[in-house]
């Protein structure tokens, strides 16, 4: 073992069974000192008379969750993990995995290649590779399969999802599973293995399954619609296919190489820098460690519009129970009824029991009342979006709070510190920003104002993580990060249908990128009623351009507003795919003449740098005013709020990526031509160029 190691795997002998016990907090990952303890454990077994048999278990919260990820960018130290499963694939006597918590990647592989697999009944297993635009590497795809079927194999390696141990001991992954006392039991298990002849078996040894014909082009066909852009998962259905007719030692030496590629294929990094920012993105400046967030046992949510009820839904679905605040009875029972309508659509999908549902109507407790607050400890506001609105709900709860409980309002463009000035503990005031459908989206943008205090903002933290979503903090700044950089290029797509690009053209270009859906199918999606009065909200801040950009006032007064009229920037017939429409063609050559904008050819490359440079400058003046502390934080918000593709990092990423040279020189080739005031490239920019450094560096 290195000397630089801490050990991490220590051995322990209870009559005939050798226990190594894995310890590597927080998640026991296969850093080298666990690969070295467990290869040094193998020996101890086979030089070791008295031993009969070996089980790996770990302490902490989880069995082996794979790779160490923070080792992948160095230079790789044997013994490598494929030496360590060699090992105990050779292994000359039984060796038993145990496992609890998640049993994942590389920690599985461990497992496929032991004789025995026991685990707790809590436990989960995966193959999380792919979600890193890797697969695995160390047998996951050569044993998986001969152990439980390609079907099942496929799932875990392809899509990354955890299986359950009811699960696992159905398909034969697991042997035994048990409720409580897993060392206990695994020894137990361990002994009885010994006493009844201590058993070889290998996964190397067992048939490959057939595959059924057909099967295998239906998954790539699958995946390629599903996994839009990713190349990991079709990968995998390469790999099951080779493993399949290759000798064992063979599919296993391609295996590694392949995942040897990977590791420094470009969507993988890409795809690792977002884990790594989720992640970041948890630690909140000024926020040390040490403080506690505050316990949150009841949730309430002013305003049971459409946000609200959605809002109200995650938290019911984590548990939670809901006071639904209202301000009439007819806007109350609305609420109510729309909470139950998406639940019990959750019940036909077949996501939620109908139990399940029942009992969350149950936790939802709806009232006019601000009295009924007094027991709550946060509230998140959702009423509507007007400065005297919120003002005179927060002067409500403000009095019918208590004191520890905490505001957060749900705005998307109101100033907040105006709405914690109107309270008389505006350190408990914050933001939690959802995005629609609340319930759905994974976004979460928690806002901190001037005054917030550090233990509210590690608690709308926590909670955001409760609720499952992905919390990122932002500071103040109008329409927050996500929603402000979504402007710019909204910008650029209505000023690019004013220099000549169709609506189809620029959604072909952005869908093409890897969206999942261009702007102009989204904003009929939306409704152009909904796009106007965003406009006319925002219309006094703007540029005598935009001002005078009124594609969508034009469109929502010809009544196109949309799928649900059936036109919008497309045509929609009953199969609603957007078809294009010369009407459209029609009034945008009009409001061309009436601009006395000349119409010109747009390339595509054109379309996709005003687009997108747009955002990424905006991004990097949010952070030159401290509106998101890093540009990591940019990546996870645009990833999980707005659709960029997560196998390009997202904007941060893919721009550091192009180089921030030419990402300034775009930007100044932009201000020429549409403009200063839209184009010039921010400090931030200007500043790293001079430098000759990145956004990360
Ligand atoms: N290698 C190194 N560090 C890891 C890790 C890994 N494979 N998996 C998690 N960690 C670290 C996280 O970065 C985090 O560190 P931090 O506290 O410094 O931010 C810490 O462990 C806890 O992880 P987190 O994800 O916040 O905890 P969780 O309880 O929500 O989830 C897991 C635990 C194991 C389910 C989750 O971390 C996970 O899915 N990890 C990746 C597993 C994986 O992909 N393995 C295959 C790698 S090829």
Redesign the pocket.
């Known amino acids: 073992m290195n000397e630089m190691d801490i050990q991490t795997v220590t051995l322990e002998r209870q009559g005939a069974v050798l226990v190594a016990t894995v310890d590597n907090?927080?998640?026991n990952?296969?850093?080298h000192s666990v690969r070295a303890g467990l290869v040094d454990a193998v020996e101890a077994l086979e030089s070791d008379p008295q031993a009969k048999a070996l089980v790996i278990v770990c302490a902490g919260?989880?069995f082996i969750?794979?790779?160490?990820?923070?080792?992948?960018n160095k230079p790789l130290k044997e013994p490598r993990l494929g030496v360590l499963i060699e090992r105990l694939d050779r292994c000359e006597k039984p060796v038993i995995a145990a496992m609890h918590?998640?049993a994942?990647?590389?920690?599985l592989e461990i497992a496929l290649a032991c004789s025995y697999r026991v685990a707790l009944e809590s436990a989960r297993f995966?193959?999380?590779?792919v979600?890193?635009g890797?697969l695995?590497g160390s047998g996951g795809i050569v044993r998986l399969p001969r152990l439980i079927g390609v079907e099942e194999a496929l799932a875990m390696i392809s899509q990354?999802n955890q299986v359950d141990a009811e699960h696992a001991l159905e398909t034969g992954l697991l042997d035994e599973v048990m409720a409580d006392d897993l060392r206990a039991g695994a020894l137990a298990f361990a002994e009885r293995i010994v006493a009844e002849g201590g058993a070889i078996r290998r996964t190397s040894d067992l048939p490959v399954p057939t595959i059924e014909p057909g099967f295998l082009d239906a998954k790539r066909a699958e995946f390629a619609k599903k996994f839009k852009g990713l190349d990991a998962p079709q990968i995998a259905v390469d790999l099951v296919e080779m493993m399949s007719t290759t000798p064992f030692q063979e599919a296993a030496a391609r295996e590694y190489a392949t995942c040897k590629e990977l590791i420094a294929s470009p969507q993988s990094q890409a795809l690792r820098h977002l884990?790594?920012a989720?992640?970041?993105a948890?630690?909140i400046d000024g926020v040390p460690a040490e403080v506690e967030p505050r316990e949150i046992r009841t949730v309430a949510v002013a305003g049971p519009g459409v946000m609200g009820r959605g809002i109200a839904i995650c938290f019911l679905n984590a548990g939670y129970p809901v006071v639904l605040l209202g301000k009439d009875e007819e806007n109350l029972s609305k609420g109510v009824g729309g909470i139950r309508k998406i639940l019990e659509s959750g019940v036909k999908r077949g996501r939620m029991t109908q139990e399940a549902a029942d009992e969350q109507m149950s936790h939802l407790t709806p009232t006019l009342d601000y009295a009924d607050l007094g027991a709550v400890d946060l509230v998140v506001e959702a009423v509507t979006e007007d400065l005297a609105t919120k003002k005179d709900v927060f002067a409500r709860l403000d009095a019918a709070l208590p004191d520890r409980a905490i505001i957060a309002t749900n705005t998307s463009f109101l100033d907040i510190e105006a709405l914690a000035s109107s309270v008389t503990r505006p350190e408990n005031v914050a933001g939690m920003h959802f995005f629609n459908p609340a319930n759905v989206m994974k976004l979460l943008e928690n806002v901190r104002a001037g005054r917030t205090a550090p233990d509210v903002l590690a608690t709308i933290t926590s909670v955001g993580?409760k609720i499952g979503k992905v919390p990122v903090m932002v500071g103040r700044s109008e329409g927050f990060v996500a929603n402000r950089m979504l402007s710019k290029r909204s910008r650029e797509a209505q000023f690019l249908l004013e220099d000549g690009a169709t609506p189809q053209q620029i959604d072909k270009v952005l869908s093409g990128f890897g969206f999942p859906i261009g702007p102009f199918a989204l904003a009929d999606l939306a409704g152009m009623d909904v796009m106007a009065a965003a406009r006319k909200a925002r219309l006094a801040g703007m540029t005598p351009r935009e001002q005078a950009c009124d594609i969508v006032d034009k469109l929502a007064a010809a009544g196109r507003l949309g799928q649900k009229t059936g036109a919008g920037y497309y045509l929609y017939g009953d199969d609603r795919k957007p078809q294009p429409d010369p009407a459209v063609d029609e009034l945008l050559a009009a409001h061309r003449a009436e601009r006395g904008l000349p119409q010109r050819e747009i390339t595509d490359e054109e379309i996709l740098e005003r687009c997108l440079y747009a955002m990424v400058n905006e991004a990097a003046k949010i952070i030159d005013e401290g509106a998101a502390a890093r540009p990591g934080d940019i990546d996870v918000i645009w990833t999980n709020g707005f659709g960029w593709p997560t196998h390009l990092g997202g904007p941060m990423f893919w721009a550091n990526r192009i180089g921030l040279p030419n990402v300034k020189a775009a930007l100044e080739k932009y201000s020429a031509l549409v403009g200063e005031e839209y184009f010039r490239p921010a400090n931030l920019i200007e500043s790293l160029v001079a430098e000759g450094r990145g956004f990360y560096d």
Request: glycine share 18%; hydrophobic share 40%; aromatic share 6%.
């Open positions: 907090p927080p998640v990952a296969l850093s919260r989880t969750a794979g790779a160490d990820i923070r080792e992948f918590g998640t994942l990647g590389g920690g995966g193959l999380p590779e979600k890193l890797l695995p990354g884990f790594a989720e992640r970041a948890l630690k993580k």
